[in-house]
């Protein structure tokens, strides 16, 4: 099946670390995305992950993927409140003729200063 | 500069009112997709598009219409037959290749519809 969950919000102090967590089922899914979007915005990729990999790391942000669990993970690193957004993860299925992305349900981050 | 759009930012029908979205891109994408957003729902496919004059059906359709007559462009109808049109519209693009695993989608800034 195709069905990706993920907390709704999430609220961290500036400064500290945000885990946002997603699990998703469908396990022959080859990448798998984080996306960001601002408030009244559409989405921007902040990062991605193929499925053979368990770690990605990029600047402030860390991608932890388990395959096994089928749980992936975005770790931003030293939380500003410009990172105070809707983070969604996506997955896209190996093989779907339409090449559709499936959508998690979003988790709002807050950050407080 | 390479991008997509969506107009208006913000639409207000009346109810029984059929309401057109704009999407255009000149990112040279063959594919193009609508969403709706709907607080805690997350993203829902609505209507996708692979290549000109063909698009198929999302999770959602019912309610809605599209056309493909341009590379360019993906209009949206929401039809007086959808019965909660309340939501955020976003529009998307992305190169297609059969069988291509990765898939980064380009979003447009999205529309805000409301029925009054």
């Known amino acids: 099946g195709e069905d990706v969950e993920q907390s709704l919000f999430l609220s961290v102090r500036e400064g500290d670390s945000s885990v946002i967590n997603c699990t998703y089922t469908?396990?022959?899914?080859?990448?798998l995305y984080w996306y960001k979007q601002e408030p009244g915005a559409g989405l921007q990729l902040l990062t991605y992950?193929?499925?053979?990999?368990d770690m990605k790391q990029d600047q402030r942000l860390t991608v932890l993927l388990n395959k096994k669990d089928k749980h992936l993970s975005l770790r931003i690193a030293d939380t500003q409140t410009g990172d105070s957004a809707i983070y969604f993860c996506?997955?896209?299925?190996?093989?779907?003729?339409?090449?559709?992305?499936?959508f998690g349900t979003g988790t709002l981050l807050a950050v407080q200063p | 500069d390479g991008g997509i759009t969506q107009s208006p930012k913000y639409l207000f029908r009346k109810e029984g009112q059929n309401v057109t979205l704009s999407c255009e891109q000149n990112?040279?994408?063959?594919?193009m997709y609508w969403y709706r957003q709907d607080p805690g729902q997350g993203l829902r496919l609505i209507y996708y598009?692979?290549?000109?004059?063909?698009?198929q059906k999302g999770d959602i359709a019912e309610g809605y219409s599209v056309s493909r007559e341009k590379k360019e462009s993906f209009p949206l109808t929401v039809t007086s037959a959808q019965k909660n049109p309340t939501a955020f519209y976003l529009c998307?693009?992305?190169?297609?290749?059969?069988?291509?695993?990765?898939?980064?989608?380009?979003f447009g800034p999205g529309t805000r519809l409301t029925v009054l």
């Open positions: 998307a693009s992305s190169t297609f290749r059969q069988g291509r695993a990765y898939n980064e989608q380009f």
């Open positions: 990112l040279n994408h063959d594919a």
């Open positions: 598009s692979q290549i000109v004059n063909d698009f």
């Open positions: 469908d396990s022959s899914s080859t990448y």
């Open positions: 992950i193929f499925s053979n990999m």
């Open positions: 996506a997955e896209s299925p190996l093989g779907g003729a339409t090449n559709k992305l499936i």
